[in-house]
C-alpha cells in the first residue's frame, strides 16, 4: 500500500496553505494497493519533533473501504457524508490542524492503516483511543512524510 499527496513530495516541505501559518486546510491525500480484505482506513497525522512530545495534528478514521483517497480541505466536521469520522486533536478540536511548529523544521507523519473491520469508535475519539480501536485489525500501513519550518 502507498500513501501520497500533490501537495508535497515524501520528505518534501509542506506549503504554508496546509499550516497555521496559511489557510490551515488539510492536503490532499491519494493512496493505492490496500491488501485483500481492508474493510476501512484510518489516517494519524502527527509530529514527533514537538518540544512537548509527539503532537497530533489529525485523527480519522472508518473511512470506507472504497476510498482511494481524501480531498484537500477536508471539513472540521466529526462525520463526514461517506461515514468517515474525525476525532479529536492535540489542538482540542475534531478534524486537521496544520503544522505550527514554535521554531525549526519539524517532520509532520501522514499514517494510513488498512484496517479488517470498521472501528467502534464514536466520533471525537484520540489517536489513543484509535491506536486501541485498531489492534489486532491492521492488514497494512503507509506513510507520507512532509517537513514544515516558520
Not at 476525532?87 to 521554531?103: A, E, H, L, M, S
Amino acid at each position: 500500500m502507498k500513501i501520497s499527496s500533490s501537495a508535497f513530495k515524501e520528505g518534501g516541505m509542506i506549503p504554508s496553505r496546509h499550516a497555521c501559518d496559511g489557510e490551515d486546510v488539510s492536503p490532499d491525500l491519494a493512496w493505492t494497493d490496500p491488501p485483500e480484505g481492508t474493510a476501512s482506513f484510518a489516517l494519524i497525522c502527527d509530529d514527533p519533533d514537538a518540544p512537548m512530545g509527539t503532537w497530533v495534528h489529525w485523527v480519522v478514521y472508518n473511512i470506507p473501504k472504497a476510498a482511494q483517497g481524501l480531498a484537500s480541505s477536508v471539513a472540521g466536521e466529526e462525520a463526514l457524508p461517506d461515514g468517515t469520522l474525525q476525532g479529536i486533536t492535540d489542538f482540542r478540536r475534531i478534524g486537521y490542524g496544520g503544522p505550527c511548529p514554535p521554531g525549526g523544521t519539524h517532520r509532520y507523519f501522514f499514517k494510513l492503516y488498512a484496517l479488517d473491520t470498521t472501528v467502534a469508535l464514536k466520533p471525537g475519539a484520540t489517536k489513543s483511543d484509535l491506536l486501541k480501536a485498531m489492534k489486532g485489525h491492521i492488514l497494512a500501513e503507509a506513510v507520507l512524510m512532509g517537513r514544515y519550518r516558520r
